[in-house]
């Protein structure tokens, strides 16, 4: 397999330092997520060139729906409602890695949300989904991994708000509280909402400041 490269926010800063605005890509690049706040935050538009392996964007991060490589991942409580949606967004064309867990024992929920942020995290996948009973506990074990911001949806406002406001690149839901049909008009959502940016984008940043003390 392809060894993928990876685009961290201090290449993106030596670009914005040398007065560049355009950064040309072959979609095999891996951009961390702190790499992908620097280029919406500067205006960075990506230029891509020559072959590719399906990620053709000016702008890596979002609407999700045009970057489609994700990462899944659920405890026990999730497992049936995760196989509903990987058969979901498959069918979309997205490709869907899944992270377990793989059967319906009983498991810790904290192991998923961390091997999904991970992946998250070092721009191995565009986004992440995470499941379990409530869409609470997953989210605050994810949120404990710099960078990212998993955000509870339990409704298509929350869903669009914690795109167009948070830039949340996981989504958590919780199988136990959500029917299958409205998870995915929740997800449908969150894939097609883009982050704002402008005083959105000034209050990520205090949180920025947050995890960096």
Request: net charge positive; charged share 25%.
């Amino acid at each position: 397999m392809k060894k993928r490269k990876l685009i961290t926010e201090k290449e993106i800063l030596n670009l914005i330092y040398s007065g560049k605005r355009k950064f040309e890509i072959n979609g095999d690049e891996l951009f961390t997520p702190a790499a992908n706040d620097k280029i919406r935050e500067a205006g960075i538009k990506l230029i891509t060139v020559g072959l590719n392996s399906g990620v053709n964007s000016k702008n890596f991060a979002g609407p999700f729906h045009k970057f489609k490589i994700a990462a899944i991942g659920s405890d026990h409580t999730g497992f049936a409602l995760k196989k509903i949606i990987v058969q979901f967004l498959e069918k979309q064309g997205y490709t869907i890695k899944d992270l377990g867990t793989h059967d319906e024992q009983s498991c810790d929920y904290p192991d998923f949300a961390a091997k999904v942020g991970r992946m998250v995290q070092t721009g191995e996948v565009h986004f992440g989904i995470l499941l379990d009973a409530t869409g609470i506990p997953s989210a605050i074990a994810a949120n404990k991994l710099k960078g990212i911001r998993a955000a509870t949806c339990y409704n298509e406002f929350s869903a669009r708000s914690s795109r167009e406001h948070n830039n949340s690149n996981i989504i958590v839901l919780g199988a136990k509280s959500i029917g299958e049909e409205f998870v995915k008009s929740i997800l449908s959502v969150w894939l097609n909402s883009e982050f704002l940016g402008d005083r959105h984008q000034r209050r990520l940043d205090k949180i920025s400041e947050l995890e960096n003390q």
